[in-house]
């Protein structure tokens, strides 16, 4: 009987802009949620437990949040690898714009000034696999309201801050693009092509 001639999986990318909410990752800890329900209430927020990995992170208006929906066969079964090729993605779109992100050791996401005083956080990143197929992904400050980021302990770091494009570069950043710049770089480090920007 002949083999069955095995169908390759079909990835895709998608972008998105969240309302205002709080996610914290199946390891995260609930205390570095430092307000009480009523005051996301009032700040328009809302909070949510996710399978994710990491602690808890803040999505809202003006930051580009990725899912790569990816075979990890087709391409390397290795989750480290995988948030270390999103990490590259990241200071590359950076480096578009003058600025040099930095991966910080035992920490995930792209930093700037790492080691220093005003050490700060740009990209959170929370994956998950399931049979080498990911999810979750992303979350790089653009344009992000960062005084959302007051009401938590960011992916549990309490000794850094959080920066976005805006406050870096003293000025508003078109998200879309930022998008294509993500895209294009997701191509080159990934090695593949995206036929279509999947936006939901």
Known sequence: MPETEQVPTRSHLLFCEHPHVYTLGKSGDEANLLVPPQ??????????KINRG??????????????PIL??????????????YLEEVFIKVMADYGLQGERAPKETGVWIDV???SGRKILALGVRASRWVTMHGWAFNV??????????IPCGIDDKDVTSLE???????????????????????FEVELLGLETV
Request: charged share 35%; no cysteine; proline share 5%.
């Open 39 to 48: 005051k996301l209430h009032e700040i328009e927020a809302t909070y949510y």
């Open 54 to 67: 990491g602690d808890i992170t803040y999505h809202g208006p003006g930051q580009l949040v990725g899912y």
């Open 71 to 84: 075979d990890l066969d087709h391409f390397f079964p290795d989750v480290h690898k995988y948030l270390r």
């Open 115 to 117: 080691g220093k005083p």
């Open 143 to 152: 344009n992000t309201d960062l005084n959302y980021f007051k009401n938590i």
């Open 167 to 189: 406050k870096e570069l003293g000025r508003k950043v078109p998200i879309e693009e930022v998008k294509e710049k993500a895209k294009k770089y997701f191509e080159k480090v």
